[in-house]
């Protein structure tokens, strides 16, 4: 399919002021639409985020014989259960968008069923890694067509006499935790898995809310996950908190412009994603936590900031999983920020909607920035945002979203070539930001 480009230019503001709401976190949106298929009975969901690659996961499960619909009275979205074991065989390929979640879960549910299901992705997911999710779900006993290099078209002969397998996960990736524990939901037995960073827990969190059996090992060096297979699941409703790293991107406007002051409410700070915040603190950002409350399981609160005077920090690669997905826009915080702040370990980044490393580092330098990677290491050396460049954006919703962030600072307006793939995971984003005082416009 052809795609038209939607560039965008963001401008330098004074005054930066709101107390605002961002959609419904994209991990646990996800999640509640497929768990929810997998129970009996309806599923309501409360915050839903709307966005293209949530939207997608619900469309793959209409495919696959579940009733999802939107009831527009209560805003709640609705899921008709089928039960583990459920699903039919979907008559057309799975269109799993630009989203790498939705292709790597479904892969994982779809697998232990007597069917074939083919999943395809824009040109973006079609370039990114499947072998993680192929090689766990080939030891179970699952035959797997991919393209050459392990990447989408991606066809899965399932099974229903999958084996359950106990995975040590060679890479921190919750997706690639998620699909083992959605095949191990309709398999036989215990399915397990090792992980030897945390990384972030809401398919753990979900399943056991909606009564799986599953077992939550955490020692020093490894976290073991454990289900068995087969429940019976009721349905139960779920709801859907503010997602902490769409929240990133506004919050960071608080900071970086001069009258800056932004509440962001009701933002899920679940220890495994609060990464980001933690670095802020310290970096010497003026970011307060209120209304601290647990809603469903999860840990909400008012994040608060105020425009800071910022210092360049050392992250360490062992805080990457609790902040994989922000680390353009913390690129784009040390950028204002003096010193030089040194990223560490960012491998992960390279396969993501882009290579988020070369992306930022890219952008930055063509905005005067002073930035280079050396191994799996980013340096930004921050104190002056000069701008007036145009920033590739490589089909990425966050280093679109960062840029046009960074522009409301820096000397010069800053234009992203692509601002329209921010609908993957923050529709009404330039709506929400402008009403508070930024300047962003399509350009034409
Ligand atoms: C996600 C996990 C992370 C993250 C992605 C969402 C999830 O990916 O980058 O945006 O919902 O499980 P990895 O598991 O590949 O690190």
Redo the contacts with the bound molecule.
């Keep these: 399919m052809s795609h038209t480009p939607r560039p965008m230019i963001s401008k330098r503001i004074n005054r930066i002021w709101g107390n605002i709401m961002v959609p419904g976190d994209?991990?646990v949106s996800?999640r509640a639409l497929i768990l929810g298929s997998q129970a009996i009975g309806e599923t309501h969901i409360t915050g839903l985020l709307e966005s293209e690659d949530v939207l997608n996961t619900a469309e793959a499960l209409k495919k696959l014989g579940v009733n999802i619909y939107k009831d527009e009275a209560s805003k709640k979205w609705v899921v008709e259960g089928v039960g583990v074991g459920g699903l039919r065989p979907s008559e057309e390929p799975l269109d799993m968008g630009n989203s790498?979640?939705a292709a790597r879960l479904l892969m994982g549910l779809v697998a232990p069923y007597d069917f074939q299901t083919t999943f395809i992705g824009d040109e973006s997911l079609s370039k990114r890694p499947m072998q993680r999710i192929i090689t766990p779900l080939e030891e179970m006993g699952a035959e797997i067509v991919a393209s050459e290099g392990g990447t989408l078209p991606i066809t899965v002969k399932g099974s229903s006499s999958l084996s359950p397998i106990h995975y040590t996960s060679p890479i921190?990736?919750?997706?690639?935790k998620?699909a083992i524990l959605f095949a191990g939901l309709n398999i036989a037995g215990k399915t397990s898995v090792s992980e030897a960073q945390s990384?972030?827990d809401?398919t753990e969190k979900m399943m056991e809310y909606l009564g799986v059996d599953i077992k939550i090992e955490i020692e020093e060096n490894e976290n073991t996950i454990s289900i068995v297979g087969q429940p019976e699941l009721e349905a139960k409703d779920f709801l859907v908190p503010a997602d902490p790293s769409s929240s990133a991107f506004m919050l960071v406007a608080g900071l970086i412009v001069p009258e800056g002051q932004i509440c962001v409410r009701d933002v899920m700070i679940n220890p495994l994603r609060a990464g980001f915040f933690d670095t802020l603190l310290e970096m010497g950002a003026s970011v307060e936590y209120a209304n601290i409350h647990d809603v469903a399981g999860e840990t909400i609160s008012d994040v608060v900031v105020n425009y800071s005077q910022l210092k360049a920090v050392e992250v360490p690669a062992s805080r990457a999983p609790s902040m994989?997905?922000e680390y353009p826009i913390l690129a784009i915080v040390a950028a204002y920020a003096q010193g030089t702040t040194i990223m560490r370990g960012l491998g992960?980044l390279r396969v993501?909607e882009s290579d988020r490393l070369q992306a930022v580092c890219d952008g930055l330098v063509v905005n005067g920035v002073k930035a280079w990677i050396e191994g799996d290491d980013l340096f930004v050396e921050g104190g002056k945002f000069k701008g007036g460049g145009v920033v590739k954006t490589h089909m990425d919703h966050r280093i679109a979203m960062a840029f046009l962030v960074a522009g409301l600072s820096s000397e010069m307006p800053i234009t992203v070539d692509d601002g329209s793939f921010i609908n993957t995971s923050f529709p009404g984003f330039r709506g929400l930001i402008n009403a508070i005082g930024a300047d962003i416009h399509v350009v034409n």
Excluded: F, M, V, Y
């Design positions: 994209k991990s996800h790498g979640t921190a990736s919750a997706q690639l998620s990384t972030r809401h994989i997905d992960e993501k």
